[in-house]
């Protein structure tokens, strides 16, 4: 079984600055993909970026990129130049084999001017 | 494209009642997945599909909980009946390739009272 560790219930941010939420996982597969996703207090969940575990290079989406390690099993989330549109809850999730996507408990991110 | 639609956005029903949430993938998308989320346990898979036959309903909580999927474009969650203690967001995904992620609808908000 799959699992998915957001160790940081909650994490602040001063505008323009830059910010990293954590996510740790764990899974037994060797193939597999992991995502970020955002979700405003409008509800609607937004795929932020995603990395497939077999790429070495990190996924860059303009102010967002990850610092994949797969041995530490450790998927990060930097988020560049923060704006104030960026404070938001954000989910981890990893997806093996079939489709469907276990994910974690949630960053939830502020962003002060 | 409309995206994932759901409907209703909110609903409000008296315990004991039966409650249908409804939701129209995107075109195409060969997967569909039924989320619950709440504070106290995050975002659950409840169900999921995949070229319209259920695939994994072992997140279902209890035989109350029914869904089907009679075409490739509409889905249905049924509650009957419907208890306090499902009060939540109800979430409708789909997704097309497992690598590229989902697009969720925009949720229920359900509240029984």
């Known amino acids: 079984a799959q699992t998915v560790t957001q160790s940081q219930p909650e994490m602040s941010v001063q505008e323009a600055e830059t910010v990293t939420l954590s996510c740790t996982y764990d899974?037994?597969?060797?193939?597999?993909?992991l995502f970020w996703y955002k979700q405003p207090p409008s509800r609607q969940m937004i795929l932020v970026i995603r990395q497939e575990a077999y790429k070495q290079q990190n996924a860059t989406e303009n102010r967002f990129s990850v610092n994949f390690q797969k041995a530490a099993k450790s998927f990060s989330l930097k988020i560049s130049d923060s704006q104030l549109g960026d404070a938001a809850m954000y989910f981890c999730?990893?997806?093996?084999?079939?489709?469907?996507?276990?994910f974690g408990t949630g960053t939830r991110l502020q962003v002060f001017p | 494209d409309a995206g994932v639609i759901q409907s209703p956005r909110h609903e409000v029903t008296e315990m004991g009642q039966e409650v249908t949430l409804r939701c129209k993938p995107i075109s195409g998308h060969n997967s569909l997945f039924w989320y619950r989320q709440t504070m106290m346990r995050g975002l659950e898979l409840l169900i999921y599909f995949n070229n319209n036959v259920p695939i994994d309903d072992s997140g279902m909580p209890e035989d109350r909980f029914s869904a089907k999927m009679p075409n490739a474009s509409f889905s249905t969650l049924k509650i009957q009946p419907s208890e306090p203690r499902d009060s939540a967001v109800y979430f409708c995904?789909?997704?097309?390739?497992?690598?590229?992620?989902?697009?969720f609808g925009s949720g229920t908000r359900l509240t029984v009272v």
């Open positions: 995904a789909s997704s097309l390739d497992k690598v590229i992620g989902y697009t």
């Open positions: 899974t037994s597969e060797s193939d597999y993909y």
């Open positions: 999730a990893v997806g093996v084999n079939t489709d469907k996507l276990i």
